[in-house]
Each structure stands twice: as structure tokens, then as C-alpha cells.
T-cell receptor, first 112, second 114 residues
């Protein structure tokens, strides 16, 4: 059973389009992180959200943490080929923040 | 700072051989982690450490061993390589920033066991 479900699993879009990917769980997390992984590289931390309802922006990327702290979304505006990669969400549970619960990722391809 | 470095980048092992995957960090992280990543299977935690001299098992520890004699180094040992250990291995350092355990990854080691 995957504690963090990410959808869609794969996404292929044209440059300039907008997209949203989701990270859902039935469990409550004390914080949730988003990482991007490019082929042949390790994941790179993009953002951490902590408070229910929190919204954080990183240039064209907008991250939101659900009010109940069970889910999160990542919205990309005007996607560019450089956004191509695997987007992973990872949650930390209260009382056990040392180990993260990982989703399987959304593989995004942005075509020029 | 180099961050988290891993060696080697690629390795091919024969069944039954042994090897050590090296991981070094210069970010003074107390926490360090070893993951394996198989296609479509996500990141699986093998072992982790919360400080020098302290290690603990993750989800998939069988067939692996670790040690943490210094803050900087966290090597992963494969004693009797098996085809099921073919994978990409990532080491990560963890920082407790404001109570958040954010992780910073190395570039990975791609291991093939034949």
C-alpha cells in the first residue's frame, strides 16, 4: 500500500501549457516536500510546506498543502522544456520526521 | 561545498562479489540515508543514520550493511551481490532546519549485478 499517491503517473505536454500534479494520502503529515529529479541525477529539493492551506511560489511553480495536511498539489504555469523531470512528493509524519514517506512520482515531459 | 558525493558512478558486479558504495558529505548533516531506486518503484530506504556511531534499518536492509564512524562518511556494503540488487543507489544527507528533516541527495551509483 502506497501511503502517498501521486497522479498522474505520466504527463506529456507542449511548451507553454499549464499543468497540475497531485500528491494524496489518507494520513496526516507534519510537513510535505516536493523534489525534482532529472535523468541520471539525484532528487533536488524544491520546497517544503508545513501549515495546512499553505501556498508557496517558486517562479512559475505553485505548491499548495491541503487544509487537513493530507494532500498537496504542484501547479506549473507556462511549462518549459527545462521543467521536464520526475516530480516526487515526500511526507514527514509527526513523531517520526527522520524518515520520509515517498510517492512514486509524476514523470513530466515538456515538448518544445 | 561539494554537498553529497558518491563513488563510483557506475559499477558492474558478478553474482557473489562484494563492494562498498562510498558516500561523503561536507554539509555537516547529522542525518544520512541510503536509498535504492528501481524503475516505477520509487525510492526505498535501505539504512539511515542519525549521527556518528548510530545506524538503523529502513524498509529494505537485507543484503546490505552500513557503518557511520564519522559525520562525513556513510558507506554502504554489499557482501554477496545478487541480481535483485541491480538498481540505482542514492545517498542523502539530512538537515533539521526549523524542525524539518529536508534531504539533499548525491548523484547516485548505478549498479548492475550479472
Amino acid at each position: 500500500t502506497q501511503l502517498l499517491e501521486q497522479s498522474p503517473q505520466f504527463l506529456s505536454i507542449q511548451e507553454g501549457e499549464n499543468l497540475t500534479v497531485y500528491c494524496n494520502s489518507s494520513s496526516v503529515f507534519s510537513s510535505l516536500q516536493w523534489y525534482r529529479q532529472e535523468p541520471g541525477e539525484g532528487p533536488v529539493l524544491l520546497v517544503t510546506v508545513v501549515t495546512g492551506g499553505e501556498v508557496k511560489k517558486l517562479k512559475r511553480l505553485t505548491f499548495q498543502f491541503g487544509d487537513a495536511r493530507k494532500d498537496s498539489s504542484l501547479h506549473i504555469t507556462a511549462a518549459q522544456p527545462g521543467d521536464t523531470g520526475l516530480y516526487l512528493c515526500a511526507g514527514a509524519r509527526a513523531g517520526n520526521n527522520r524518515k520520509l514517506i515517498w510517492g512514486l512520482g509524476t514523470s513530466l515531459a515538456v515538448n518544445p | 561545498n561539494a554537498g553529497v558525493t558518491q563513488t563510483p558512478k557506475f559499477r558492474i558486479l558478478k553474482i557473489g562479489q562484494s563492494m562498498t558504495l562510498q558516500c561523503t558529505q561536507d554539509m555537516n548533516h547529522n542525518y544520512m540515508y541510503w536509498y535504492r531506486q528501481d524503475p516505477g518503484m520509487g525510492l526505498k530506504l535501505i539504512y539511515y543514520s542519525v549521527g556518528a556511531g548510530i545506524t538503523d534499518k529502513g524498509e529494505v536492509p537485507n543484503g546490505y550493511n552500513v557503518s557511520r564512524s564519522t559525520t562525513e562518511d556513510f558507506p554502504l556494503r554489499l557482501e554477496l551481490a545478487a541480481p535483485s540488487q541491480t538498481s540505482v543507489y542514492f545517498c542523502a544527507g539530512g538537515s533539521r532546519a526549523g524542525g524539518l528533516y529536508e534531504q539533499y541527495f548525491g548523484p547516485g551509483t548505478r549498479l548492475t549485478v550479472t
